[in-house]
């Protein structure tokens, strides 16, 4: 004779499946936290969507005037982000934040010089001179032809023999690309970044 179906069996059947149900749905959970917390731990260091708005409007409140043109959380003790601002002029000033986004340290670019201790001389950096408005916007609009669009992260001006812009553009896809110009802002290399 089959077992009568009865309160006691049909609670047996409930807490049969809440055995196996509950400890399922937890390992799931625990699976799709851990790929979670294993995706984000994979992502690059920079900031995006309102997050990366809300810095890049601190960094530039610091310098007083320009667009923040990378932001990126750090890495070091005590400080939260680093923000690279481009000021109207060209020259460009490293600004690093807290997590209040505080302003801890405001270094302009063009401050850096050659630490190269086989010279007598201390010369700041071919590479740091600021890029003016009209050059930029060539070497721009040179780049973005040589990707095939995108848009451009920074312009510098080159220190290499025969470059005369460091062009970083980001395309269309997401890859981000190396653009080399000369003086007449045609491409002397392009290399897409690994």
Do not use: C
């Amino acid at each position: 004779m089959k077992n009568p179906i009865t309160a006691k069996n049909l609670n047996l059947a409930r807490l049969r499946t809440k055995h196996v149900l509950v400890p399922t749905v937890a390992a799931a959970a625990i699976l799709g936290a851990g790929g979670a917390f294993w995706g984000a731990s994979a992502s690059t260091d920079d900031v995006r969507g309102g997050e990366r708005d809300r810095v890049a409007t601190a960094a530039v409140a610091t310098v007083g005037e320009g667009t923040a043109v990378e932001v990126e959380t750090s890495d070091d003790a005590g400080e939260a982000y680093e923000v690279e601002v481009r000021r109207e002029d060209g020259t460009e000033v490293d600004v690093t934040l807290d997590d209040d986004l505080t302003p801890i340290a405001k270094q302009d670019d063009t401050d850096d010089t050659d630490t190269d201790d086989t010279d007598d001389t201390d010369d700041t950096d071919t590479d740091d001179r600021p890029v003016p408005a009209t050059e930029r916007a060539s070497a721009e609009k040179a780049a973005l032809a040589a990707v095939g669009g995108g848009t451009v992260l920074d312009v510098e001006a080159g220190d290499d023999p025969g470059v005369a812009y460091d062009v970083e553009v980001r395309d269309a896809e997401g890859a981000e690309w190396d653009v080399d110009l000369d003086a007449s802002f045609a491409v002397v290399t392009k290399t897409l970044d690994d």
